[in-house]
């Protein structure tokens, strides 16, 4: 099976190129939706989408440029695993999607506790977020919402509305502490705790953009 890799960017100017080269042996498209950090990519072999704003507009514009089986869809301040492909194969050989474990880059042992009540309700619900590197076969994947926010959590319940099987892999990503440092790690995770039970009580997540804060 080949690996499509679709990072949707805004204003990544400082980050790309690092987290290109971290990634060998698949397909790279980079969907940006203002074509500054598009001019800043340095190797030739990435496929270099302009789409229109928005997290989900620009992954379901970078899915119809993918040529590969699978699509992981990666954010670009999360890095993936040693030997990430091979988690990725192994989990749909028995699975239509699945996700990494959550890794947060930082050292702060509170962390560890985000990382465990994450890790344990996504265990439970089969909802990874997006900063968890959600993969899925091209063939089960049918679009992402046009939501500001929200956009991974919605296509995770479709596909269990779909009755699609689910694996999570046993390896972690690493995705960056930034807006946890930038906002306060207590508000940040209270907040999206309230965000999502908002959410899932019925709020629209056009409601709930201004309460996230800066999306693109």
């Known amino acids: 099976m080949t690996i499509s890799v679709i990072i949707p960017v ?49 992954m379901n514009r970078g899915t119809r440029s993918a040529s590969g089986d699978i699509l992981l869809f990666l954010h670009c301040d999360t890095i993936l695993p040693e030997n990430w492909q091979e988690s990725v194969e192994n989990c749909l050989e028995s699975a239509d999607y699945g996700a990494f474990l959550l890794g947060i880059d930082s050292n702060i042992p509170v962390f560890r506790v985000i990382e465990f009540f994450s890790n344990m309700r996504c265990r439970l619900t089969k909802i990874p977020y997006g900063d968890q590197a959600i993969f899925m076969k091209k063939e089960c994947f049918k679009g992402y919402q046009n939501y500001p926010i929200f956009e991974d959590f919605r296509l995770m319940q479709d596909a269990k509305r779909a009755k699609l099987k689910f694996r999570l892999a046993g390896k972690k990503v690493k995705t960056s502490a930034r807006r946890w ?13 309230i965000l999502t039970l908002r959410y899932l009580s019925g709020t629209h997540p056009d409601r709930l953009k201004k309460q996230y804060g800066d999306t693109r």
Not at 181 to 193: A, D, M, P, Q, S
């Open 181 to 193: 440092e930038k906002e306060g790690v207590l508000y940040t995770t209270f907040r999206n705790w």
């Open 10 to 58: 805004f204003n990544e100017q400082n980050s790309i190129n690092e987290a290109v080269k971290r990634l060998k042996n698949c397909e790279i498209i980079v969907s940006d939706c203002n074509g500054r950090t598009l001019d800043v990519i340095s190797d030739e072999n990435v496929k270099k989408i302009l789409s229109l704003k928005g997290r989900g507009v620009q």
